[in-house]
């Protein structure tokens, strides 16, 4: 299992996926900080959000949920 991990609606991506859609939110977040609402909609989502797991930096993407503003992420025990 990859560290970087991507849950859409609440089922994770495979690996390989997963690690394209963080290097895809990476280089949107450098050039438009803080807009995950944009990169959510590039992408074909209502939201997109990061949030720690254990630990480790989970992307949380959906299809139906409304984007919360950009914040420090939430830290989860999961």
Excluded at 14 to 37: G, Q, T, Y
Excluded at 61 to 69: G, I, V
């Amino acid at each position: 299992m990859s560290l970087l991990r991507v849950l859409i609606d609440g089922d994770p991506l495979p690996d390989v996926e997963a690690i394209a859609f963080w290097k895809r939110f990476s280089v949107w977040m450098d050039k438009n900080p803080a807009d995950l609402k944009g990169f959510a909609e590039a992408e074909g989502f209502s939201s997109v959000s990061p949030e720690m797991h254990s630990g480790a930096p989970v992307l949380i993407a959906s299809r139906s949920a409304p984007q919360k503003p950009y914040t420090a992420a939430p830290k989860m025990k999961r």
